[in-house]
């Protein structure tokens, strides 16, 4: 603390401090929110994605045109005001079932609303990401599949999905990244995340610079430690693979 005191005079870094009167445990706890969030939405966005790909390359024609419609809208829309659309009128639309249901309103949950905002954004983009990785595999490999007499859902646990994993990583890695930085946008709709718990410390104490710097540390942290788990995760998968394969 002195040497910091000494590098940066007249910065309170007691505030930063886990105890009272420091806001510490408010960031921590605002930035578990954020990751809890953005985990939930990620998995589940990762589901929508497999599903809506697998609709736009091998389902009918219904399928691709939903498929198709999804994409097109959450990709089209800013993603604030697609957050603010699908937090607001997703839980008027539950009010208006359970009413007819003669069940009285309920108040939708931060945390659930927010992993599934999250989710919806995240499956629209994994499902572009998730169909790019599965043309990029090589048709061969797929007649050996049918050749083998494997179902479709074998083809698609033992070929497919695995064989897409080195293709579709890079951009699952920045769809992570960015629904990290999605979780910011729920401040708007009162979730206290690590955004909107910086913007309570800092506006309590009036040390903007000093909690805003911290937020951003520790989105960097986050970045940073994503980088080397999904950098290890793509040399697993290419693992077997010839060089210029993985390069390519």
Known sequence: MDFLSALLPGVDWRLLAYAPPGWGKALLQGLLNSLIVAGGGYALGLLLGVGGAMAKLRGGPLARDLAEVYTTIVRGMPELILILILYYLGTDLLNRVLALAGVGRVQASG???????IAIVQGAYATEVIRGAIQAIA??????AQAFGMSARQA???ITLPGMLPFAIPGLAN??????????????????????ATRQAAGTTKAYLLFFCAAG????????????????????????????????
């Not at 048709?139 to 050996?144: I, K, L, R, T, V």
């Not at 960015?178 to 995340?193: H, M, N, Q, R, S």
């Open 217 to 248: 540390l520790l989105y960097l942290a986050i970045t940073l430690l994503s980088n080397q788990l999904f950098a290890a995760l793509e040399r697993r998968a290419r693992r077997g693979q010839r060089p210029e394969a993985a390069r390519g």
């Open 111 to 117: 945390l659930v609303a927010g992993i599934a905002v």
């Open 139 to 144: 048709p061969g490999e797929h007649d050996a």
């Open 175 to 196: 769809l992570w990244l960015i629904a990290t930085k999605d979780t910011a946008l729920l401040a708007v709709a009162g979730f206290t995340e690590l955004t909107l």
């Open 156 to 158: 698609l646990w033992r």
